[in-house]
Structures are given as structure tokens and as C-alpha cells.
Nanobody
């Protein structure tokens, strides 16, 4: 019902910046809460950031002050601006959609790799 297509991943040096994009289709974007998650090699998937349909945001402590989640409803797109990147940010990043607004993510993108080198 909801298709998510991510872009913007890549390799950067520590201290650099990167912006991830996630385009949604198949359902009214403004009705969706959106989230970003990441999973490093050998680690469990972890929450990174979320933004509700009303624009409320939440961040993991590890990325507060460095990452910013935003959305453009006219483009059906959610963004994750990542600044001051650290090697520990290296992970596969996933976009997810939550139709309920209750942190129940029913739809996931394919993910995009972010690699940060020192």
C-alpha cells in the first residue's frame, strides 16, 4: 500500500554531512508518520528519528544536535540531514512509514548504506 524509495546514501569522512531522502507513494503522505532507523553490521536495528503527521519530531540521544528530520508534504518526501558525522554512524539506514501514528511501522524502504571514515 505504501512504497518507500530512499536515496542519498554514500561514503563521507568524519565531520562531513549527508542528506538522505525517502519518497513515499501509494497512500496520502500527510497521513503518515515517518521514521528513520539504522542497523550497523552485527548490531540490532535502532531508532534514529521520527516525525509525525503534525510535525512533531523525536531523536535518539546519539544523534541529537547533529541530525534533523523534516518532511515536504508537497513532494511526499521525508529527509534526514546528517551533520558532524562520526564513524559510529556507519550503518544501513532505513525509512519507515507509520499509518497509525502509534509508532507501529508497517512499511519499510530497501535501505541505503552510509559509511563514515576517519
Amino acid at each position: 500500500q505504501v512504497l518507500l524509495v530512499e536515496s542519498g546514501g554514500g561514503s563521507v569522512q568524519a565531520g562531513g554531512s549527508l542528506r538522505l531522502s525517502c519518497a513515499a507513494s501509494g497512500r496520502g503522505f500527510s497521513n503518515l508518520s515517518m521514521g528513520w532507523f539504522r542497523q550497523a553490521r552485527g548490531k540490532e536495528r535502532e531508532f534514529v528519528a521520527r516525525i509525525s503527521w503534525s510535525g512533531n519530531t523525536d531523536y535518539a540521544d546519539s544523534v541529537k544536535g547533529r541530525f534533523t528530520i523534516s518532511r515536504d508534504n508537497a513532494k511526499n518526501t521525508v529527509y534526514l540531514q546528517m551533520n558532524s558525522l562520526k564513524p559510529e554512524d556507519t550503518a544501513h539506514y532505513y525509512c519507515a512509514a507509520d499509518p497509525s501514528g502509534m509508532k507501529h511501522y508497517d512499511y519499510w524502504g530497501q535501505g541505503t548504506q552510509v559509511t563514515v571514515s576517519s
